[in-house]
């Protein structure tokens, strides 16, 4: 595995920190997850839960050890920080300033093991006014702009249906952690990175955010059509929805003959990709009268045989089920402690060798590896760990 030998302390809960070190994880690299007695507010939100643990901890914690340790005590302080010692890899999602109290901080850190690659994940980063606010997913796509560009021409804001600000900054994080390991191979020294999802929401919003920067003018709300390219959105058959995505002018007009409409494709109003978008307002109209007219998949067929990207609307049920999430072993059943049989999304990591990624493993329970960790990456004895367990500094599931 490409990350085999890297030792990664998850200091991280929710999604972001989470799911970048989900990555390093199926990447071959060891994660050690430190959560509260109480564990990460994930592992409550629900429904669904299957038996007592939530969907929402379990899509993002595969392949880790889950060590509880109380942060507010001085034993558990200590304990991180000779785990920290270890580590190669720190992340953490902490309010700005609140491990500089316990002494888990980079600078902290950094004098005992100057090779620790440490990222801090936050709603607007350490510096700056905002910079002791917090941040969360809707609260940023909200701030960012995303909202205000995200729902049907003449309706209200919305917001994605997944924390997709998450998302990215968890893959933001990952790229850059891998950076700094690629660097510390010549220069031994470890980095401080700092990301924040206000700067990865405004990164990620590319060509619209450029457009407002030419422009200055905000975007309007479009529903599933683009800004930039027409005709490139949703439109509805006789029988069910479907997107079509014209991404030039020669697909254009294969789509004006599939569609028996083939003088749209010699009006100078829709000759160019430019010219279709100043227009679009004509355009639109004319070709979904006409794809209403006959079902999606006869659509589907005529305009897949001339090489015009068009696609049926899935649900995601109907997309984990597809024949290619198969073929490419999307999904796999992993044994769990308590629930058993767990059905889990895999990396996209595993081809062309699968070798190269961890084999998917269950999410860990609360406190699953405390024992182990403190024993064999810490040297404790059974009788220390257990007084440590007596004396509510650490938890541990086997108890």
């Not at 984990?320 to 059943?333: E, I």
Request: proline share 7%.
């Amino acid at each position: 595995m490409m990350l085999d030998g890297v030792t990664v302390l998850d200091l991280s809960r929710v999604l972001a920190g989470p799911y970048c070190t989900m990555l390093l994880s199926d990447l071959g690299a060891r994660v050690i997850k430190i959560e509260s007695l109480g564990g990460d507010e994930t592992r409550g939100w629900g429904p669904p839960f299957a038996a007592g643990e939530s969907a929402y901890f379990l899509s993002v914690n595969r392949g880790k050890e889950s060590v509880a340790v109380d942060l507010k005590e001085p034993a558990g302080q200590r304990l991180v920080r000779a785990l920290a010692e270890r580590a190669d890899v720190l992340v953490e999602n902490f309010k700005v300033g609140d491990l500089a109290r316990y002494g888990l901080d980079y600078a902290s850190l950094a004098a005992d093991n100057p090779g620790l690659v440490y990222t801090s994940i936050t709603g607007f980063g350490q510096t700056g006014p905002r910079s002791r606010q917090p941040g969360y997913d809707a609260a940023v796509q909200a701030q960012s702009g995303l909202m205000a560009l995200t729902g049907e021409e003449g309706g209200g804001p919305v917001k994605l249906g997944v924390a997709w600000i998450d998302v990215l900054t968890g893959l933001h994080a990952a790229t850059g952690i891998l950076a700094a390991l690629h660097e510390r191979g010549r220069s031994g020294r470890g980095r401080y990175l700092d990301l924040s999802l206000f700067e990865v929401a405004l990164a990620s919003m590319v060509n619209q955010a450029q457009n407002v920067l030419l422009t200055g003018e905000p975007p309007v709300r479009l529903g599933s059509a683009h800004p930039n390219i027409v005709p490139y959105q949703a439109f509805d058959s006789a029988d069910a929805p479907l997107v079509i995505a014209v991404g030039n002018d020669a697909q254009f007009a294969r789509l004006c003959e599939r569609l028996e409409l083939p003088e749209l494709a010699h009006d100078a109003r829709f000759a160019t990709n430019a010219a279709r978008v100043e227009h679009r307002a004509a355009l639109i109209p004319a070709l979904q009268e006409r794809l209403q007219r006959r079902p999606r998949q006869v659509w589907l067929e005529r305009l897949a045989a001339v090489g015009v990207p068009a696609t049926p609307i899935n649900t995601l049920a109907e997309a984990l089920a597809d024949p290619q999430a198969a073929a490419r072993g999307l999904v796999a059943s992993v044994d769990h402690p308590i629930i058993g049989p767990l059905p889990l999304l895999t990396s996209p990591f595993g081809h062309p060798d699968p070798q190269a990624v961890r084999a998917p493993t269950a999410p860990p329970r609360l406190g699953q590896h405390t024992a182990e960790v403190l024993a064999d990456d810490l040297g404790l004895t059974p009788t220390e760990i257990a007084e440590l367990i007596r004396g509510g500094v650490v938890g541990s599931a086997l108890v």
